[in-house]
Every structure is written in structure tokens, then in C-alpha cells.
């Protein structure tokens, strides 16, 4: 069984995350990708940042639930990593998320919020984590719902 790709989701710790959390009722408020052969690396789109790197802090690893893509091939996760990759520096789609406070249709519009991020990043590799919504409309609470995904410990 692979559990190299990996997503973190996050149970939100302030303002903003526990308006998401309220918003898409979920426990989740942010998503991001494990960077392959690294235990401490997402690739994450943030507000006012957008799409980067980062380097988790010990307080972040405290609000993580960890899941594994067991069917996804490291092959497969390098293909999307690269896609990810690309997507750096691209702005934060503020957007779509306000699309989860009207309940409006979304579009793929070459900016990212989070989760958007992932899903997009993962079906680049060739897995479809939820087959039936476009990337612009998966909430982080939602990615936890994939019956692809594992929970599993830390890296």
C-alpha cells in the first residue's frame, strides 16, 4: 500500500478558519499537498499569498489530519506535484471562496484557493478524488469525504 502522497488537512484555529469551518460545516478549514520526500513541506495556496511553499511549524502539525492516496502511484503523485509546481505564484482565488458564502456556481479561473488546489493537483496525476465536482467547488471538508483518501498518522 503507497502513502507517499499525502494531503493535510487542517481544523482551523482562528477567525477566519472557523468561518470556513461554519460556512462548509466541516472541521476543516485548509488543505495543502505533502512536497514528495520531504516530512515538513506543503504546497498550499494561502490568502494574500497565494500558491507557495511552506515549511510547517510545530503549532500547524498540532491541527493536521493526515491522508493517504493508497491508489495513486508515486509516478502519479510526481506527475501532479509537477502541475502543483506550476501553479506557484499564481493568486489566491478569493472568488470562488466567497462562492461558498452565496452558494453561486464557481469556475476555474487560473487562481487557487486551497482545496481547489489540491483536487486539481491530484486529478492532474490522474486520480479523481470527487468524480462528479469540478475542482472550483471542493471545500476542504469535502477532500476528506474521497472514499480514495486513508487517514493516516504524521510523516
Known sequence: MNLTPRIALYRGTGAVGWLIQKQTRSVYSHAALLVPGTTDR???????????LTTLTEHDRRFIDW?????????????????????LGMKYDYWSVARFLTKTSARENNKWFCSELVHKTIAAGGVRLLSRLPSAEVSPGMLSYSPLLMQVSPP
Open 42 to 52: 506543503v504546497l498550499e495556496s494561502r490568502e494574500f499569498k497565494g500558491v507557495q
Open 67 to 87: 491522508f493517504a492516496i493508497p491508489e495513486m502511484t508515486p509516478e502519479e503523485y510526481d506527475v501532479a506535484f509537477n502541475f502543483g509546481m506550476q501553479q
